[in-house]
């Protein structure tokens, strides 16, 4: 199983990035694909889901309005568009799949708000 995160970089306030995650290993289109991220001295938190099925979506109330989470089940890819950028979206962002209790995780990539 692998989750690989792209995209993740230096952007200034206001500015946008559009995150990937590119899955292999298991079954992607029956899995709930989540992005969550975790700033310096915080704890990892939920930043978007999409569902499986229907592709429904949930964002943190932090998010909303700024970041659009898809995917593309053939291409067994999520990704995470992030719009309206602020230093406060600082993190290390992680792609996670999950079935049930079942989850994976991938490495992280970085996203840094910075002028």
């Known amino acids: 199983v692998q989750l690989v995160e792209s995209g993740g970089g230096l952007v200034r306030p206001g500015g946008s990035l559009r995150l990937s995650c590119a899955a292999s290993g298991f079954t992607f289109s029956g899995y709930v694909m989540s992005w969550y991220r975790q700033g310096p001295g915080k704890g990892r938190e939920l930043v978007a889901a999409?569902?499986?099925?229907?592709?429904?979506?949930n964002y943190a109330d932090s998010v909303k309005g700024r970041f659009t989470i898809s995917r593309d089940n053939v291409k067994n890819t999520v990704y995470l568009q992030m719009n309206s950028l602020k230093p406060q979206d600082t993190a290390v962002y992680y792609c996670?799949?999950?079935?049930?209790?079942?989850?994976?995780w991938g490495q992280g990539t970085q996203v840094t708000v910075s002028s």
């Open positions: 999409i569902t499986s099925t229907s592709g429904g979506t």
């Open positions: 996670n799949a999950r079935w049930g209790t079942l989850g994976y």
